[in-house]
């Protein structure tokens, strides 16, 4: 069964630099597309970014100055670091899997790590 | 960047009762659009894909139409278990979107 388990600090101050990384189980990073999805509180979801193919990476405009994605494929995980984060990136943070077996389409997800930008 | 948008905000039904969701998008998507179903802290569930089609594990009373810029999710009969937040999601233009959300909440 495909797991996905977010860790990281869940307190991080104003201009610092956010890191979260992504530990995967029952399931190899090869031939997957993996991405960190966020949702504020209150609000809708946001695709930050993905990395895939051992560490090429697409990322969301919005966020394309300040974000890096990387992955460990011998530790079978995957990391965000969104540098010099302001209160707007307070927000739950989840990393999720696609693949040809959804159509491309988010099919397994972390259950979410709150992360608090605040001095 | 592709806006969705899917109305009503907010739709209140009872158990039994058919739902009717849009999704509307700012230019087409072909049919590179999913649903998911969203409840309180709980990581969202993939319930369409490719505008029309079930998941995995999603029963029937789930069903999608529509491509291009308008598209339904449709639940026949609600079950108590289907109140939740959904929301959808176009992946044919980068960045991905999701549309804000539609409430479906008991009456």
């Known amino acids: 069964q495909v797991q996905l388990q977010e860790s990281g600090p869940g307190l991080v101050k104003p201009s610092e630099t956010l890191s979260l990384t992504c530990t995967v189980s029952?399931?190899?990073?090869?031939?997957?597309?993996w991405s960190w999805i966020r949702q504020p509180p209150g609000k809708g979801l946001e695709w930050i970014g993905y990395?895939?193919?051992?560490?090429?990476?697409d990322y969301n405009p919005s966020f394309k100055s300040r974000l890096t994605m990387s992955m460990a494929t011998s530790k079978n995980q995957f990391s965000l670091e969104l540098s010099s984060v302001t209160a707007a990136d307070t927000a739950v943070y989840y990393c999720?899997?696609?693949?040809?077996?959804?159509?491309?389409?988010?099919?397994?997800w972390g259950q979410g790590t709150l992360v608090t930008v605040s001095s | 960047e592709i806006v969705l948008t899917q109305s009503p905000a907010t739709l209140s039904l009872s158990p039994g009762e058919r739902a009717t969701l849009s999704c509307g998008a700012s230019?087409?998507?072909?049919?590179?659009l999913a649903w998911y179903q969203h409840k309180p802290g709980q990581a969202p569930r993939l319930v369409i894909y490719?505008?029309?089609n079930r998941a995995t594990g999603i029963p029937a009373r789930f069903s999608g139409s529509g491509s291009g810029t308008d598209f339904t999710l449709t639940i026949s009969s609600l079950e108590p278990e289907d109140f939740a937040v959904y929301y959808c999601?176009?992946?044919?233009?980068?960045?991905?979107?999701f549309g804000q959300g539609t409430r479906l909440d008991i009456k």
């Open positions: 999720v899997r696609s693949g040809d077996d959804s159509r491309g389409y988010p099919n397994y």
């Open positions: 029952g399931a190899s990073l090869t031939g997957y597309f």
């Open positions: 990395v895939y193919n051992g560490g090429s990476t």
């Open positions: 230019q087409s998507v072909s049919s590179y």
């Open positions: 490719d505008a029309s």
């Open positions: 999601l176009q992946r044919s233009h980068w960045p991905h979107t």
